[in-house]
């Protein structure tokens, strides 16, 4: 198989006229090479350590040194495990010890890698051998007994005749699996419709309006012109289903000058005197719309950059979404705090198939 | 082995010993000592000696570009190796928890088991964070090793008969390896992988008929829920794992049954290949440069921070950073989200249509079955079935080339796109004009590089072309009796003549009627696509223009303005 | 820096606790002594009549332009009135203001005036009209609950400035500032008033002690270099992927050639 001793000439010869049969095999559409003549294997040249005895002396205490170097490093390592504990908790300790212990790791490797390479390039011998190349298709004897052998398997187990057998197998085995596959719907509740659940959130009338993460409920003289509220439903923290109804319900409050907004028959009394409040949750796929600019009225979302320009309503006027962010109807309650006036007249978030 | 050692030490000051020593085969102690009872002892309950005289010889070509794959190979090596000491700290579990260690900031602050866990791996185990950073970047390598390494098989035409089958295996790693970068970048609950996830959530959500529900299963209930990092968990370390070590010894067993495919160059051929031997040049070589990928990886991990999670907090669905982004192989993704212009979606029948999720994911899903299909496309349009073991030269292979380039980049501006909020704060664009611009990009960019890259092979197949027949420049300028100043060309030898000839051009199908007489649609397809392929060719030089070149030349009367296009070699049909 | 680090270390484990200390009273101290001339100029002189004046003459010479004279505004630029002391000192203290151009949002750049001018701009356009006052020394010292200041921080603040304050794009151009390296005092003055297109975090909002705390945090991470070594900017995962193709991928593939290359 391998051709340890090989020199160039002879074999390249042999070989090229191998290669002109099985180039003469299938090629397709019409193929045009070159009829000039492999010059074969050029001279063989030697290094500096075949040559040189000092040379190869000198190779050969590099090679070593690399390696006690690595021993070297490796120690470094375990000395840096016990000089630089953490257990104090201090940051510049945990540094340290992540940069020593890896630097001495790092050098114990290098010592190896280096050392060997070096070795195998400058001191193993540098003799190039040839692997000769059989097609990837077996003999024609070979592939003739394989039939052969499905062949005797088939007359022997009736697996074409006796169709009956055959046919019912097929239909056992396609059956088998489903009952496994139908266990994946485990994977979530049983009793629930995730089309039901996207559609509302936990905000309801009277739900006061409060600051996340503090559950402060904030009040309309709070809101200065030009602020933004991160706001949270009333009794969220409270909730053991808090992120997933987080998700959904957070709103972004904003106050404008009244002015500024432009607003759609129907949705009159959705805001109080210039407090706004809208969805915080991207209608493209749901990342936080949180980047409020006071002075041009965009929201922009981090993730894909859609722009929603909130003096008409939050509509895009950029970027991947679609759809305005939903808005959350406010209004005043008795004691001065902004509550809700109901939920979200539409689902939040990106869009699904049954949202319609 | 000690009697290895031995001979190569003694050949260390004395070549010839080595030689001789070699020649010996394949080392194996006949007697005495403890290996060769060692040895016996394996032999006779293993038959070894079968692997080693089978293998141990074996010839591996030397070339930096094939070493991509190993890079890719030893980076998940150093994965497995971190990622299991990693198991034994993280906690893949969304119990709410409040964090008590070392980090100030973070002190109280409540979490999930899973953040907790990973805060406690990089802050209170010594070294967790080094083990922590090291995984990380070796997966950021490992698919990054991987692209080059397709990028290289792609350009030279590696893929080709019998290596297809092995393409496809490769493919298919490549896209595990994705998976096992987001399921592990998802792993720590921390604010950047929550937002991945909801991103992923809402991307789900959007595919018609089936997302709600998958999204639903998937996520166990509402999104974020209680399950996902355990689901996730699962797939990073068994089931994609075992899955990819499958692939991954498919892939090795290939590459030996075919053994490895070489560049052209004198003395090698199609049926042939040339290099070093397993034992034990090559073994030293691929053996030390474990350690040196391992080494690069470790000096990342010892001076570089990657994901802070510690400055990201845990995930609440309120916040977001700045600069959310994937990791950056899943960067393509993310920006073709982005180069959506506002209003693609809308309702049809009752159902909502995110043609905006939907474009970009038909994008994606096409560009990878492109990349898994070519091999077959391109031997369907050349209908050769012959075996190819001799590289091409990039050049000499135009189309496919520029192919190539134009998938580079279109994936490229995907790619860019992913950053292009950064993009405009550190050139100081606005972020409309950066995504704008990308867009262009993408749609017209990759007609571009094709028509260019095309050019340009073409352009440096005249370049050999002209080197082969008249020799190179020596830039010595000569005065000829007769008053005229010629720049005298040199011939390059025969080794380097033989590197610049030993490929083959196609020539487009002839349409021809088949066997019924017919001429099928199917078949004006296939010349017309041949066509587009072949039409463009620059053909190798032939011995006799060679030995006529030579005459020429001989002349001195050959300066360099003698024109190709003149030539034999300019093939048009 | 890292032997520096290491001797620190070895006196371990009082060392690390000793040293923060030192640190903290070396900058407290000397911030505090810093700032309390400042402290006392607002205290006392803020008032006095020289300094509205001299406020009102640099007003006139290099404000009035854009912002008109009485403060009322014009089609450059914005009026002043009820803004306050804060953002004066923020604006100009940061070199925002004057603008050298009208672009997109205001850049920062060095200042052109000095401390006391900058504040006798600040008390000029407060005595016109009243607003948000410069901050008091004892909510700037850094001294707050850290975990409560990154929690106010990734909600408030962290989708445009980035959860390690590295900063980040806007709409148009316009771009979310780097928060290291700005005094506690300006930070404490953009929650309050709203620069340019920030919003304004009122003390209904944020209180007091919540901008203190998030101070707090924002000088906890400045001041404690990451434990995984160098940032690469903090920008996140665009900045590791360039590193690991850059730096990693090059230096491997630097070491392939030479692996494959023929020995002398």
């Given at each position: ?123 193993m ?12 298709r ?10 052969e ?15 009956l ?15 496994g ?38 009040k ?44 759609s ?92 | ?34 290996t ?22 074996k ?37 709410e ?33 080094l ?21 290289r ?6 893929f080709?008969k ?21 399921t ?167 159902h ?6 939907i ?9 990878l ?23 091409d ?18 994936y ?20 409309e ?28 197949m ?73 039409e ?38 | ?31 505090a ?38 403060l ?77 200041g ?42 309050l ?34 434990p ?37």
């Open positions: 198989m391998a051709h340890d001793e090989v020199s160039g000439h002879d074999s390249a010869a042999s070989d090229s006229s191998a290669v002109e049969t099985s180039r003469a095999a299938s090629t397709g559409t019409a193929v045009i090479a070159s009829d000039v003549v492999n010059p074969g294997e050029p001279p063989h040249r030697k290094r500096v350590t075949d040559l040189d005895p000092k040379k190869a002396k000198h190779a050969q205490r590099t090679v070593y040194t690399l390696f006690y170097l690595s021993i070297a490093g490796s120690i470094f390592a375990l000395a840096a495990y016990m000089a630089f504990p953490i257990e104090d908790g201090d940051i510049a300790a945990i540094r340290l010890n992540n940069l020593f212990i890896g630097v001495g790791s790092a050098l114990a490797l290098f010592g190896i890698g280096l050392g060997a390479v070096h070795w195998g390039k400058a001191l011998a540098d003799k190039e051998g040839i692997d000769e190349r059989h097609p990837i077996g003999t024609q004897a070979t592939r003739d007994r394989a039939v052998i499905f062949h005797e398997a088939d007359q022997e187990s009736g697996f074409g005749r006796r169709t057998i055959r046919n019912s197998l097929i239909g056992a085995l396609v059956a088998f699996p489903l009952p596959l139908v266990l994946f719907r485990g994977w979530a509740p049983q009793d629930e419709d995730p089309v039901e659940l996207l559609s509302h959130t936990m905000w309801k009338k009277g739900s006061r309006l409060t600051l996340d993460p503090s559950g402060i409920p904030v309309a003289s709070d809101v200065t012109i030009g602020s933004v509220f991160h706001i949270i439903p009333e009794g969220l923290n409270e909730r053991h289903d808090l992120l997933e109804q987080k998700a959904k319900a957070a709103v972004l409050l904003m106050r404008l000058n009244p002015d500024d907004l432009t607003i028959p129907g949705r009159e009394d959705w805001s109080y005197d210039g407090i706004v409040a809208y969805s915080k949750i991207c209608t493209h796929v749901g990342c936080p719309v949180a980047l409020y600019e006071q002075q041009t009225h965009h929201l922009l979302c981090p993730c894909h950059q859609s722009t929603f320009d909130v003096t008409k309503e939050c509509e895009v006027i950029f970027g991947p979404a679609k759809r305005p962010l939903p808005q959350l109807p406010i209004e005043v309650d008795s004691e001065g705090y902004l509550v809700a006036r109901s939920d979200f007249n539409e689902p939040v978030g990106p869009s699904f198939w049954e949202r319609s | 082995m000690t009697s290895t050692i031995d001979r190569t030490g003694s050949g260390d000051s004395t070549p010839a010993g080595a030689a001789a020593a070699t020649d010996n085969g394949p080392a194996k102690p006949k007697s005495g000592g403890f060769a009872a060692a040895s016996n002892y394996l032999e006779d309950r293993t038959s070894i000696s079968g692997v080693v005289k089978e293998f141990g010889r010839i591996f070509p030397d070339h930096w570009s094939f070493m991509l794959g190993e890079v890719a190979l030893y980076s998940f090596v150093v994965i497995i190796l971190s990622g299991t000491f990693l198991t034994f700290f993280f906690q893949a579990s969304m119990v928890t409040h964090y008590d260690g070392a980090f100030v900031p973070m002190k109280g602050v409540e979490m999930s088991a899973a953040m907790e866990s990973a805060l406690h791996i990089s802050f209170d185990v010594r070294g967790g964070l083990v922590r950073q090291i995984h990380h970047w070796a997966a950021l390598l490992f698919i990054a090793a991987i692209g080059l390494h397709m990028l098989v792609f350009f030279t035409g590696a080709r019998p290596r297809e089958l092995n393409w496809v295996i490769g493919f298919l790693l490549f896209v595990l390896a994705m998976a096992e970068g987001f592990g970048y998802s792993l720590p609950d921390d604010l950047l992988s929550g937002n991945g996830l909801r991103i992923i959530d809402g991307l789900i959500k959007g595919i018609p008929v089936i997302g709600t529900w998958t999204s639903f299963l998937l996520f166990g209930g509402e999104f974020p829920g209680t399950a996902i990092v355990g689901r996730l968990y699962t797939l990073h370390i068994l089931l994609l794992p075992a899955i990819l070590v499958a692939f991954l010894a498919l892939h090795l067993v290939f590459v030996i049954v075919h053994k490895h495919t070489q560049y052209a160059g004198a003395g090698r051929t199609n049926n042939n290949v040339v290099g070093y031997p397993i034992l034990p040049v090559y073994a030293a070589k691929a053996g030390g440069f474990f350690f040196l990928v391992f080494g690069v990886i470790a000096l990342m991990a010892s001076f570089f921070t990657i994901n802070p999670i510690w400055n990201y907090g845990p995930y609440d669905p309120s916040p977001v950073s700045a600069g959310t982004q994937p990791d950056w192989y899943i960067g393509f993704a993310d920006g073709a989200l982005r180069l959506i212009p506002p209003g693609w979606e809308f309702v049809w029948l009752d909502t249509w995110s043609i905006n999720i474009v970009p994911v038909i994008a994606l899903v096409g560009l079955a492109a990349v898994a299909a070519y091999p077959f496309i391109e031997g369907w349009v050349t209908g050769d079935k012959r075996e190819h073991h001799i590289l030269r990039p050049r000499n292979a135009p189309t496919r080339t520029a192919i190539g380039a134009a998938g580079v980049t279109f490229a501006g995907l790619w860019a796109a992913a950053s292009s909020d950064l993009m405009a704060t550190h050139f100081q664009l606005s972020i004009g950066v995504i704008h611009t990308i867009q262009a990009w993408v749609v017209l960019g990759p007609f571009l590089a094709f028509f260019v890259t095309k050019r340009v092979c073409i352009a440096l005249k370049k050999d072309r002209e080197i082969v027949l008249h020799g190179f420049e020596s830039g010595r300028i000569v005065r000829l009796p007769g008053g005229e100043y010629i720049e005298v060309h040199e011939q390059v030898d025969d080794y380097e003549r033989w590197r610049l000839v030993d490929y083959e051009v196609y020539e487009p199908i002839m349409l021809r009627p088949n066997a019924k007489g017919q001429i099928t649609p199917g078949m004006r397809f296939r010349s017309r696509v041949s066509r587009w392929f072949f463009d060719r620059i053909a190798p030089a032939q011995q006799q223009e060679l030995e006529s070149g030579h005459g020429h030349h001989g002349t001195h009367g050959d300066g360099t303005d003698h024109s190709l296009e003149e030539g034999p070699g300019l093939t048009k049909p | 820096m890292a032997r520096r680090s290491r001797k620190a270390s070895r006196r371990h484990p009082l060392a690390t606790v000793v040293l923060i200390a030192i640190g903290l009273v070396v900058t407290g101290g000397g911030y002594a810093f700032s309390s001339t400042t402290t006392a100029t607002a205290d006392t002189e803020i008032t006095s009549q020289a300094v509205i004046d001299e406020g009102e003459k640099l007003f006139a010479a290099n404000c009035a332009t854009c912002h008109g004279m009485s009322e505004g014009t089609d450059d630029g914005p009026a002043l009135i009820g803004v306050g002391a804060a953002s004066v000192n923020f604006q100009v203290g940061t070199g925002r203001m004057p603008m050298a151009m009208q672009g997109p949002q205001a850049m920062q750049k060095p200042t052109q005036f000095t401390d006391e001018q900058t504040l006798a701009l600040a008390a000029y356009v407060a005595s016109i009209s009243p607003g948000p006052a410069i901050p008091d020394e004892s909510l700037l010292q850094a001294d707050g609950d850290a975990a409560n990154g929690e106010l921080f990734r909600i408030n603040c962290a989708m445009c400035h980035n959860v390690a304050g590295a900063g980040g794009a806007l709409t148009e151009g316009k771009y979310a500032p780097e928060l290291t390296g700005v005094l506690a005092t300006h930070i404490y003055e953009a929650m008033t709203g620069p340019q297109n920030m919003p304004v975090f009122n003390d209904d909002n944020l209180t007091p002690e919540d901008k203190r705390d998030i101070i707090t945090y924002l000088k906890y991470i400045e001041n404690n270099p990451s995984g070594g160098y940032e690469l900017g903090a920008l996140g995962p665009v900045a590791e992927g360039l590193f690991a193709w850059i730096f990693g991928l090059g230096a491997i593939i630097g070491l392939m050639v030479w692996l494959t290359a023929k020995s002398n």
